[in-house]
């Protein structure tokens, strides 16, 4: 069980936040605990997300840098799994990371390295995931060009992608028509279970980059539609820190 200390947020944080998932029926609380409802994938605060699977968040970060050269575009959605990849691009001189990510933005703009600038799509603003979306941001994004795409996913199954909410999903959708090379990272996790709103399936990206546990019918499925799966080792990266 994870206690509020371990989140860093206070009690009273994590009973409001309890108690708006019970409005919306997405959890059911109980004394001292919150239980999910089966078979339903959610999307949590980013705050609730940004610390689970961390080494291979880590070991993703050293894959998906291997895709990026100095002085290319670079367009990332607001998955906690891009936050260590963020502290490497802020290094990288000459880039241009364009995010619908305030704390990515936030995280790159604290050191960037020379000639390195960020991009913020603006739009709708939700701060449990402290990104845009919506109208303004799929039309800010139009505009848009980059050389890759660094995209999350909250759940896949036979290689088909999901998300909770119809914005998010209309975005990751719009995001695949803007790069010329799109990569899709997924921990173990993510695979097995559907949500709400389908938005195509893996063929919508270039390489799906997940770990060693991933389910091995899983991984079959993806490569059965033709798109390559990258496995990375994450034993190797777990002396990597938060």
Same mark, same amino acid.
């Given at each position: ?11 009273? *944080? ?7 998932? &019970?409005? !919306?029926?997405? @959890?059911? $609380?109980?004394?001292? =605990? ?6 339903? *994938? ?7 997300? &940004?610390? !689970?699977?961390? @080494?291979? $968040?880590?070991?993703? =970060? ?181």
């Amino acid at each position: 069980m994870v206690t509020a200390d371990e989140l860093g947020v206070s009690a009273m *944080t994590v009973h409001r936040d309890l108690s708006n998932l &019970e409005s !919306r029926q997405l @959890r059911q $609380k109980r004394r001292g =605990a919150a239980v999910a409802l089966l078979n339903l *994938t959610m999307e949590t605060a980013t705050r609730f997300r &940004e610390y !689970r699977e961390a @080494r291979d $968040k880590e070991a993703f =970060a050293e894959a998906l840098m291997k895709e990026v050269q100095p002085g290319r575009t670079v367009l990332m959605d607001c998955g906690s799994t891009f936050f260590p990849p963020a502290r490497r691009l802020a290094r990288t001189e000459g880039l241009s990371v364009v995010t619908n990510s305030l704390r990515i933005a936030g995280i790159i703009g604290q050191d960037t390295a020379p000639g390195t600038k960020v991009i913020l799509l603006g739009g709708g603003y939700r701060a449990d995931f402290e990104a845009c979306a919506g109208t303004e941001t799929l039309r800010h994004l139009a505009r848009i060009r980059a050389d890759v795409l660094f995209s999350s996913v909250t759940s896949v199954q036979a290689g088909r992608l999901y998300h909770p909410v119809q914005e998010w999903a209309d975005l990751k959708k719009a995001m695949q028509d803007c790069a010329a090379r799109r990569i899709l990272p997924m921990d173990h996790s993510k695979f097995g279970r559907t949500a709400t709103h389908g938005y195509g399936d893996a063929t919508g990206y270039d390489l799906i980059v997940t770990d060693e546990a991933a389910p091995h019918e899983e991984v079959q499925a993806i490569e059965g539609l033709g798109v390559p799966v990258r496995l990375v080792p994450v034993e190797e990266t777990q002396s990597c820190g938060q």
